[in-house]
């Protein structure tokens, strides 16, 4: 399977390109995307946490597209990662190996959820190292949350019962945690 060029053309960037000056992830992201990867990483970089961030890991074995690839984590062969899409990031893969307890810095992660990103270490299977696109906050839902649960005022807080009925295509919190829903592409 290989993304179509026109789809290609119209949808990432043209190359990888360094998303933050602070912490130099250089990568190459679907252009809906890259607006909030960027402020996300500013704010992450802002808050004095870039240390927290593997660059050279992320620059070797992480990025944003990958091609046409398998959804891992889902176990729905026959549907393809948000990496397909270049909606999805991986940084530190080496101690947030899919499967492994994650160990990511909350703060990080928070951060991320803020920028409308949601963390994989949450997922059935958790996958750490991941942070996907799904273009709303993701701070603000109080869920059960075994690894990074958000913080959340009781005046900002979003159950279950009062978040907004969500579509396909989105991550789903199942007895306290995430799964993917890849029935359509993005």
Same mark, same amino acid.
């Given at each position: ?46 808050? @004095? ?12 074995? @992480? ?22 899409? @270049? ?87 199942? @007895? ?11």
């Amino acid at each position: 399977i290989s993304m179509h060029p026109d789809w290609i053309a119209t949808n990432l960037r043209p190359a990888r390109e360094t998303l933050n000056d602070t912490i130099p992830i250089r990568a190459r992201c679907h252009v809906e995307v890259v607006d909030d990867l960027r402020a996300a990483l500013a704010e992450v970089a802002a808050a @004095g946490l870039a240390g927290a961030v593997d660059v050279a890991n992320a620059n070797s074995y @992480g990025g944003c597209y990958a091609g046409a690839r398998f959804s891992r984590v889902s176990g729905q062969i026959g549907f393809l990662s948000r990496h397909s899409y @270049g909606m999805a990031l991986d940084t530190n893969t080496v101690s947030n190996c899919l499967g492994c307890t994650p160990s990511m810095n909350c703060d990080v992660v928070r951060i991320f959820r803020k920028h409308g990103f949601a963390w994989g270490g949450n997922f059935r299977t958790p996958d750490g190292m991941h942070f996907e696109w799904v273009g709303e906050r993701r701070d603000q839902i109080d869920f059960p949350s075994t690894y990074c649960p958000n913080v959340v005022a009781a005046a900002d807080r979003v159950t279950e019962s009062s978040a907004p009925t969500l579509g396909i295509d989105v991550l789903t919190a199942v @007895g306290g945690e995430m799964d993917h829903d890849y029935h359509h592409a993005p």
